[in-house]
């Protein structure tokens, strides 16, 4: 089976540019989230879609980051412009209706470096 | 406001001998926990979890302890094994609301030497 693919791996933009994440999460996962890690830190839920709804995006800054799932497999991140605090690693994951609660399966991030 | 806290950012255990990683948390709300593993440049993989039902579970060489009038879990890693080293993150969630949310510690940072 294979695992949550994203893409870019890396990515370095200057700050005010705008950047665009892609995951390809399990097939068959309804539940995927999209996470920031900052460097020293643990990871901290954006945004969580089941199938191309969204469930909660209560901690995503709205007024410049993005997020869809079209048909509900796909999944972009967007940010624009970008500051310097959004250097991080960008990671998608996804969850099965039948998998352990809370079992989440990553994808290997984004690390994305704003200068 | 840092609901999980892992407060050992790093752990060396020799090779054999048994790794114990704490976790606080203080949402009283948590009732489900578990434990990541995440090797450089990869994601996090999800180790072993346990319900508010219970104190302990455990897997194969994986153990987590949870007191929950202390709102504290371990996970105590017994023989503990090079591949072992990796970064173990502790994750709590609610099951009311977005049930799967998960909040995650800072992690901790295992090294087992030889």
């Known amino acids: 089976e294979a695992g949550v693919a994203q893409s870019p791996r890396y990515k370095i933009i200057e700050k005010r540019q705008s950047v665009a994440f892609w995951c390809n999460p399990i097939?068959?996962?309804?539940?995927l989230y999209w996470y920031q890690q900052i460097l020293g830190q643990g990871p901290k839920l954006l945004i969580q879609f089941q199938n191309n709804g969204v469930v909660d995006d209560s901690q995503l800054p709205k007024d410049r980051f993005s997020a869809e799932r079209l048909k509900g497999v796909d999944s972009t991140l967007k940010i624009q412009p970008a500051k310097l605090e959004d250097s991080a690693v960008y990671l998608c994951?996804?969850?099965?209706?039948?998998?352990?609660?809370?079992?989440?399966?990553f994808g290997p991030g984004t690390r994305l470096t704003v200068t | 406001d840092q609901q999980v806290k892992q407060n050992s950012p790093s752990l060396s255990v020799q090779e054999g001998r048994i790794s114990i990683l704490n976790c606080d948390y203080t949402n009283s709300m948590f009732d489900y926990f578990l434990w990541y593993k995440k090797y450089p440049a990869e994601g996090p993989t999800f180790l072993i979890s346990i319900s508010s039902i219970k104190d302990k579970n455990e897997d194969g060489r994986f153990t987590v302890f949870l007191n929950k009038s202390a709102k504290h879990l371990s996970l105590h890693i017994v023989p503990s094994q090079p591949g072992d080293s990796a970064v173990y993150f502790c994750?709590?969630?609610?099951?009311?609301?977005?049930?799967?949310?998960?909040?995650f510690g800072t992690g901790t940072r295992l090294q087992v030497t030889l």
């Open positions: 994951a996804s969850r099965s209706r039948t998998g352990l609660f809370g079992e989440q399966y």
């Open positions: 994750a709590a969630s609610g099951r009311t609301g977005t049930a799967s949310k998960l909040t």
């Open positions: 097939s068959g996962h309804a539940t």
